[in-house]
């Protein structure tokens, strides 16, 4: 019995010694790939987007009243992009002022930065290159890799990029010091390892943008623009699987090609029950993350949404994995 004991001991000695040694190296290495320097092209579009010169003609305005009209479109075009498509509140706080992106003993602390012009703002001085390196290629401003899925950003056009800050900036100040990232044992293991890839890692720094997104229609190129969004859970040919970097809690992203594992037997009705009420076509509920998109769907416009379905339906069938329930 007291050798059993003894061995037990050993044995969790070992285990500990272990846990100590995965740890201290998970630490290095994770500070070494926060620490680095990533390089990307240098973007440059201006905040708001300017009016054409031919609209200005048309509407006789003078350069104040022409400033001042692009301004206040950009701001509701940002809107409905923050509303509809874009989900930043759900990091950033419903009014930009600092938000929760997990906070978990083991994953870490990760907190959506104050982005309003208030006091702790983290962009206040930040110039169009600044928004470009974070929110389309993970970079901070110091040039080192960031937590945020930028990955997800990587078809926002300059123009829609330029809304979404024209509308930012017209929020109300929030002060809020909003303390930096700080991972847990299990969030330094998944950095690591590449389990928790950083999007720096992920997107092709020379990769150009468009100055403007497809024309608004209901066609599989706007859909494939809006689809952007969708790729960092369900891949970037939409087969569904294990989501990277997710919470480890959530099931499989859903396969939404038209296979029989994915959509093949759907209409669009039952997918915009899917987006807009979080319902499959047989009555069951969709489970988190994808029940964070339900407010966001419901005020995308019936184009953003027949589109969306057209290029869902227009790409290859792909066996992915069967629906998760």
Known sequence: MRFALKAVGVLLLVLLLAAGGVYLWASAATGRKLARTVSSHTASFSIPMPLPADEIGRLGLDEAGARRVAGERAVERGRHLIEARYACGECHGKDFGGGTMVDDAMLGRLLGPNLTTGAGSRTAAFEASDWDRIVRHGIRRDGHPAMMPSVDFQLMSDQELSDIVAYIRSLPPRDNEVPRVRLGPLGKV??????????????????????????????AEFGRHLAGVCTGCHGEDLAGGPIVGGDPSWPPARNLTPHPNGLAGWAYGQFVTALKDSRRPDGDSLRVPMT??????????????????????????RPGSPPSR
């Open 190 to 219: 998944l950095v690591a390892t590449g389990k928790l890839p950083l999007s720096a890692d992920l997107i092709p720094q020379d990769r150009p943008h468009a100055a403007v997104p497809p024309a608004a229609e209901v066609s």
């Open 292 to 317: 964070f998109i339900a407010p966001y769907a419901r005020r995308m416009t019936d184009t953003e949404l027949q589109a969306l379905w057209a290029y869902v339906r227009s790409v290859p069938p």
